[in-house]
């Protein structure tokens, strides 16, 4: 291996470590974020290279890459009793609540909902961003005295790693998805709410993982970038 292999080689994978502990860290940031949906990095080599020709010939990585990330749907998060009536919960973990918001309906999994009041005097339900949550037929729920009319709707889809993530715990529905329909609300509890997906302990875990192999990464860098100097300098 020359020393510009080594380079790009401990380059592309201190990239991708760092890329996998941007998506470890949000794990870590929302591990307090009601119903949220940890993700999961994945990695995958880069071509390799024979160092001579023959099938039982030695070969030399590229280094890696970050292949993708996933989305960790199943099981649904701890459920909390809140005792409020606007709070609620799926035990489900392919079920989502349907908001609609002003870039559309979303999906999401948290249940902690508030009464809004809107142009008409009246007061509806909403989550923590002002969306309108809806039920099973699409239709906005009035409440009165902190009570809904009717309960919110539970949907799912056919491919949940389809489910494009938006922000604000909002999850968008894609092709690969498919569209969302209505599900049993066998699983909905009023007065709950679920605690994040996160498990700490894993977290941390993969946090060390990754750190190391990033330091082991650019230690590598700084390896190969002493080495080319110095032969640099015998010239």
Same mark, same amino acid.
């Given at each position: *291996?020359? @020393?510009?292999?080594?380079?790009?080689?401990?380059?592309?994978?201190?990239?991708?470590?760092?890329?996998?502990?941007?998506?470890? #860290?949000?794990?870590?940031?929302?591990?307090? /974020?009601?119903?949220?949906?940890?993700?999961?990095?994945?990695?995958?080599?880069?071509?390799?290279?024979?160092?001579?020709?023959?099938?039982?010939?030695?070969?030399?990585?590229? +280094?890696?890459?970050?292949?993708? /990330?996933? /989305?960790?749907?199943?099981? #649904?998060?701890?459920?909390?009793?809140?005792?409020?009536?606007? !709070?609620?919960?799926?035990?489900? +973990?392919?079920?989502? %609540?349907?908001?609609?918001?002003?870039?559309?309906?979303?999906?999401?999994?948290?249940?902690?909902?508030?009464?809004?009041?809107?142009?008409?005097?009246? %007061?509806?339900?909403?989550?923590?961003?002002?969306?309108?949550?809806?039920?099973?037929?699409?239709? /906005?729920?009035?409440?009165?005295?902190?009570?809904?009319?009717?309960?919110?709707?539970?949907?799912?889809?056919?491919?949940? !790693?389809?489910?494009?993530?938006?922000? !604000?715990?909002? %999850?968008?529905?894609?092709?690969?998805?498919?569209?969302?329909?209505?599900?049993?609300?066998?699983?909905?509890?009023?007065?709950?709410?679920?605690?994040?997906?996160? !498990? @700490?302990?894993?977290? *941390?875990?993969?946090?060390?993982?990754?750190?190391?192999?990033?330091? @082991?990464?650019?230690?590598?860098?700084? *390896?190969?970038?002493?080495?080319?100097?110095?032969?640099?300098?015998?010239?």
């Amino acid at each position: *291996m020359n @020393l510009f292999t080594s380079l790009y080689t401990a380059s592309a994978g201190a990239i991708a470590q760092q890329q996998g502990l941007d998506v470890t #860290a949000n794990n870590a940031a929302n591990v307090s /974020t009601q119903g949220f949906r940890p993700d999961r990095a994945s990695f995958s080599d880069l071509v390799h290279t024979g160092v001579r020709a023959g099938e039982d010939a030695p070969k030399t990585g590229s +280094g890696e890459k970050l292949a993708g /990330t996933e /989305t960790l749907y199943t099981p #649904a998060g701890g459920l909390r009793q809140t005792g409020r009536k606007l !709070d609620y919960a799926l035990t489900d +973990g392919r079920q989502f %609540f349907a908001v609609r918001t002003a870039d559309g309906i979303r999906y999401t999994r948290s249940g902690s909902f508030a009464a809004s009041a809107a142009t008409n005097g009246r %007061f509806y339900l909403t989550d923590a961003q002002g969306g309108l949550v809806l039920d099973r037929q699409g239709r /906005t729920i009035e409440v009165t005295d902190e009570h809904p009319a009717r309960a919110p709707g539970a949907f799912t889809f056919r491919n949940l !790693d389809g489910l494009r993530k938006t922000g !604000d715990n909002y %999850f968008a529905p894609t092709a690969l998805s498919g569209a969302a329909a209505a599900a049993p609300d066998a699983g909905l509890r009023q007065g709950y709410l679920e605690d994040s997906g996160v !498990d @700490l302990a894993d977290v *941390m875990a993969d946090l060390i993982q990754q750190e190391r192999a990033f330091q @082991l990464n650019t230690r590598m860098v700084q *390896m190969s970038d002493e080495v080319a100097q110095t032969v640099d300098n015998l010239r």
